[in-house]
């Protein structure tokens, strides 16, 4: 179905708080009844400083609220009125200060009671300062949000108007209309949370040293897109990339494999689905000293210790979700992936070949043999877009299978 078919006579509420970035909510509401939605806008006291209601009247094509106690519309409950009549609330731009209200259910000005009156799906496009976005109160607010079923799209990285550089900037209004069309889509996963693991993890050895492995993160944030696509709901724990955070996917960003643990842990009490496709270190250092290693001796002897193991804890969890591996491996690829398959208690592993030319880490390409109690499926040498598509298919129809 194209995504104009998908968004006819869907009724969007765009919120717009006050901020640079509320100069594409023009062009969002353009984009959004191009593609044959019915929009509604509702603005902020402080969204109408950066950008005026008669601008978004006349794209919208209907007067634009700004008001919680407006003489003309709170007879009728227009607050109300406005909450139940959508079907999709979207706030872009949502400023820090709207992302903590709305965390901490304040309902102090139009905006706010109608994101907490609706039963529509809730998104919320962040757009601040980059420090505003790292700083723990957003943090923390971000999650309390992601816990309320409230999706985060975005920020993307990249030049602010502040001149500083970072997370921070509001997706194009034509990522957002996406979003859209896919949180209105009921997919196999509709409904289900998923969390993914990607990319490498770092073990400190000192201030400016450490331990990692050659995993770029791609084949998990594929894998975080397709279980997007798919419906669901999907959190991305990831160790240190270069990559953007795919579209409809919140990403919680962590370095060692102690705090990818913490991470998961934290998360998979709500969720249906874990794929663990992140290479996490093995092994640590057993200390982490405070200063630089000098150059001494002609060989360094390092102690190391054993990291827990993420997956083999998640698999342990009595009524966890159904439980999704990687194996890299340079050889004997699928004996080893049966023996972890059966020692951890999986539902599923993919395996690859790692080591080779163009296949493995860093790669855009790859194939991988999937295993199950019973049962595998070979899928070939792809890009690996493709790929996390094909075996998210193999994922959905073995978890529904299991049901």
Known sequence: MSALLSLKGRRVVVGITGGIAAYKSAELVRCLRQRGCEVRVVMT?????FITPLTLQALSGHRVSTELLDPEAEASM???ELARWADTVLVAPASAN???????????DLLTTICLATQAILLVAPAMNQQMWRNSATRDNRELLRRRNIRLLGPAEGVQACGDTGPGRMWEPEELVDAVVQMGER???????????????????????????????KMGYAVAAAAAQAGAEVVLVSGPTSLPTPSGVYRVDVESAQE????????VDGCQLFIAAAAVADYRPVTVLGEKIKK?????????????????????????????????????????????LMRKGLDMIAANQVGGVDSGFDSDNNALTVIWPGGKVELPYIDKHTLAQQLMEVVIERYHAKD
Not at 45 to 49: I, K, S, Y
């Open 78 to 80: 227009g607050h109300i």
């Open 296 to 340: 001494g001796e002609s060989t360094l002897t390092l102690p190391l210790e054993r990291t827990d193991d993420i997956l083999a804890d998640v698999a342990a969890r009595e009524a966890g979700p159904f439980t999704v591996g990687f194996a890299a491996e340079t050889d004997n690829v699928e004996s080893y992936a049966e023996a972890k």
């Open 45 to 49: 006291e402080g969204a109408q400083r």
């Open 98 to 108: 709207f992302m903590a209200r709305l965390a901490h259910g304040f309902a102090d």
């Open 187 to 217: 997919g196999p996963l509709s409904g289900q949370a998923v969390v993914v693991t990607a990319g490498p993890t770092r073990e400190a050895l000192d201030p400016v040293r450490y331990l990692s492995n050659r995993s770029s993160g």
């Open 260 to 267: 990818m643990r913490q991470a998961v842990l934290g998360l």
